[in-house]
């Protein structure tokens, strides 16, 4: 037995000591992810955090938040999210979040892949999202799980035409894309009737025992690699579907979690950029340099991790920052990271980003 495989017994018996109850479906309620952050964090050299930094971020943090007024509600002011509280928001926030990765281009400005929507050309996540708006547009059911293993119906060519760009540019990974909806839709058929409600309603309004089941049942938001010879979880888009549900229906219905505050960062390329540059996050002086000469860091490197890791770390000692400004225990990691996202895509559209993202292609985040 590897070391990952430990008794079940013993983990049950640790878990009842933590307080860490199971689901009657033998599910963790809680993902782990927090406690592998911190470890990352305890034992990175090439990244840190800087204390005074965090105190400082943790001031402008809140009172930009407090001024927006930003709050669950954020989520539906966005043009192109969906409005409607229904199954249809469900399974478009899904369908998001299986292909809510590696938007990033080699191809610099006008050129880079771009999503012509509404009059207007959108480019990153916003460039996915526009691209799904538009398939249904055209009548394309690309958010109907049965759509997805379908392979008359939804072959590479229509994908590529879903996605096709103003540019010369493609998106990313679009094979890669592709696999995701069929493995998703084929564990869908064969666990819950091809239905993501059924999927939503098996964690019994549990934010951590539905990321844990997407990751148990579903391969492709198995978000977990290796640091210093521990397996460690970020759980990246299963967190932030979750997230994404919560927002939409406001903490109501299918959003309803009576344990959001459980969901950590989630751990992308963008997020920290802007801790950097808020001088949250340090980079060791060799670190600094590979991001800002645009190199490549492969996936699974110690350096991404200890980015992924650091990042989690930092908005949670963020969000402890805040709580001492404020008692509103409204203010968790989900709302910070979604107000951190939307600050760092403000600044690159002011031409104010101080340092470049990292360049990891997965299809982790
Ligand atoms: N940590 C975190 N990562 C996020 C988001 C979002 C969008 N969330 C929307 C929903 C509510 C918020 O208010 C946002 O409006 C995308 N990403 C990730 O960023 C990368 C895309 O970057 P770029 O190519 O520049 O668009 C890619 O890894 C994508 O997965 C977030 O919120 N948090």
Known sequence: MSDDEADPELLEMLRKSLGISSGEDGLARTTGVLEDAEYIYNNSIDVAIDMRGTQAAASLVHSQMLERGYSTQTWSEHELHPKSKDERTVNFIFTVDLLNFSFWSEISGDERFCVEYRGRRWTGYWSLVAALQRALDEDIPITTPSFWIDSKDLTQARLRHIFRSATDGQIPLLVERLDCLQEAGRVLEANYDSSILSLIESANKTAGSLVNLLARDFPCF??????????????????????DLWAAFNGEGYGEFMDI?????????????????????????????????????????????QLRGCSIWAVELLRREILKRCSDMGVNSVLIDFFLYDLAKEREKEGMEAVPHHRTRSIWY
């Not at 949250?280 to 590979?290: G, Q």
């Open 222 to 243: 198995r978000d977990e690699h290796r640091f210093e010879g521990k397996k460690v979880r970020f759980l990246k888009r299963a967190q932030i579907f979750v997230a």
């Open 261 to 305: 505050h459980e969901l950590t960062m989630f751990a992308d390329y963008r997020v920290p950029q802007i801790l950097h540059t808020l001088g949250v996050l340090i980079y060791s002086p060799p670190l600094e340099n590979h991001i800002r000469a645009l190199r490549l860091i492969e996936p699974g490197d110690s350096r991404e991790v």
